[in-house]
């Protein structure tokens, strides 16, 4: 268990609705990230939150969006879903600059599939 | 931007060693990271690799050259537990080290 908490496990939608994903992080750590997984892809990079704030910026489509709230967990939202979208989504969480190892700790993800 | 290579996968038996290369071309460097994957599950840190060198830890090393763009994850004393797919990723130089670039992973089977 990494400690990082990721909900719903499993999400299966239609084209064109807009989906929630929420992430809590360790306890402790400050930065979220989120990153894609899919079969076609691999694992991308999507975003970075550093204790509410955005810091880092990847392959994401404008039609996706992230928060960080006060309490420091994350909010992915998907909206205008496409086919292509289908995916898993995980969370990861680290201490400030990745500690001395540079370790990300992954939630479990969540898969989303888009009929 | 970065580019990472690795095979898509590799096969051994039980009790032997196994290597899994990764290459990379980047255009900033900030340190080679390996994970592991079980399918179906969440990836989970193995080693990271900054300097050039060998690092050690336990059955698991990892090896860097960073003039040759080059890595390896060196597996001992392979487990039937150890069957899952190795991603190698890079951060960039300037960067948080949790922006990574990950290769698309190296299925290892191990057989009995």
């Known amino acids: 268990d990494s400690g990082v908490t990721q909900t719903p496990k499993h999400l299966i939608t239609a084209t064109g609705q807009r989906v929630t994903l929420r992430c809590s992080p360790r306890?402790?750590?400050?930065?979220v990230y989120w990153y894609q997984q899919s079969l076609d892809q691999g694992l991308q990079f999507l975003i970075q939150?550093?204790?509410?704030?955005?810091?880092a910026k990847g392959n994401i489509l404008e039609r996706f969006s992230a928060q960080q709230f006060p309490d420091l967990h994350s909010e992915l939202n998907l909206s205008s879903l496409e086919l292509g979208d289908s995916a898993l989504y995980f969370c990861?969480?680290?201490?400030?600059?990745?500690?001395?190892?540079?370790?990300?700790?992954f939630g479990e993800g969540s898969r989303l599939t888009v009929l | 931007g970065q580019s990472l290579e690795q095979p898509s996968e590799v096969t051994a038996v039980e009790g032997a060693i196994v290597q899994i290369n990764c290459t990379y071309q980047?255009?900033?460097?900030?340190?080679l990271f390996w994970y592991q994957q079980h399918a179906g599950e969440a990836p989970t840190f193995l080693s990271y690799?900054?300097?050039?060198g060998l690092e050690e830890k336990g059955r698991f090393s990892s090896f860097l050259s960073r003039s040759k763009g080059y890595s390896y994850l060196l597996l001992k004393e392979l487990q039937m537990k150890d069957s899952a797919s190795y991603l190698c990723?890079?951060?960039?130089?300037?960067?948080?080290?949790?922006?990574?670039?990950f290769g698309r992973g190296t299925q290892l089977t191990v057989w009995p």
């Open positions: 990861a969480s680290s201490v400030e600059g990745g500690g001395l190892t540079g370790e990300l700790f």
């Open positions: 306890s402790g750590d400050l930065s």
């Open positions: 939150y550093y204790n509410g704030e955005e810091r």
């Open positions: 980047t255009s900033g460097f900030n340190g």
């Open positions: 690799n900054v300097l050039d």
């Open positions: 990723a890079a951060a960039d130089r300037g960067s948080t080290l949790g922006r990574l670039y």
